[in-house]
């Protein structure tokens, strides 16, 4: 009897290990399936804020750049055409349409300037691939450059922060070239030009004819 009491009772042991091991593989398998579920899902979170973050980083570090290229764009063409049109003034002046003749040429070397940006934006856009052809990437940069914003054509997800940013950028440089044209006529005296009409005699001149005759 002691002998089987003892047979039964290591039988009974080897089943409590058994269950016991079992128990424990089962935590094992079920922590390292957590672990490695919560491993992955850290790890997809991890490469989904990568692929967002620097790619919106990016966005924002080329259109820094594009911006500064655009203001030195901007500022270059303004210095050369002043200085052209003081040139121009001085070879002209003699000449009694020549103040229309220079805001003609003011207009358009300002329009000229404006061109150059919208096509340096719309070559970027293609570079990019975020249009198909140039002449969708140049109607977008006018529209956008110029804040019309008709909206039947509109950049790719990944690349709308940048077209954005253009608007801003444009709708200032226009502003900028408003001012240089007012500032323009103000010195050089043609806002209350009478370009058409005929020349007015002073009363100084009407006294110094009278006085010769």
């Not at 990019?128 to 914003?149: C, D, H, M, N, R």
Request: proline share 3%.
């Amino acid at each position: 009897m002691p002998h089987a009491s003892r047979q039964t009772e290591r039988e009974q042991d080897d089943t409590d290990d058994g269950e016991r091991r079992i128990q424990i593989q089962v935590a094992r398998c079920a922590a390292q399936t957590g672990a490695a579920v919560l491993v992955e899902v850290m790890l997809e979170s991890t490469c989904s804020r990568s692929r967002k973050g620097p790619h919106m980083l990016l966005q924002l570090l080329l259109a820094t750049a594009m911006v500064v290229m655009t203001v030195l764009i901007h500022l270059f063409g303004l210095a050369v055409l002043m200085r052209v049109l003081r040139s121009h003034t001085r070879m002209f002046r003699r000449f009694p349409i020549m103040p229309l003749t220079l805001l003609l040429a003011a207009s358009i070397g300002i329009i000229a300037i404006h061109t150059l940006e919208i096509w340096f934006y719309a070559l970027v856009y293609l570079r990019l691939g975020s249009f198909p052809e140039f002449e969708q990437a140049l109607y977008f940069s006018t529209v956008t450059y110029a804040t019309i914003g008709y909206g039947d054509l509109v950049m790719p997800h990944e690349w709308r922060i940048l077209g954005a940013i253009e608007g801003a950028a444009g709708i200032i440089m226009l502003g900028w070239s408003t001012a240089f044209l007012v500032s323009l006529l103000t010195q050089l005296k043609l806002i209350g030009h009478d370009w058409l009409g005929e020349s007015k005699v002073t009363p100084h001149e009407h006294a110094a004819g009278a006085h010769n005759g």
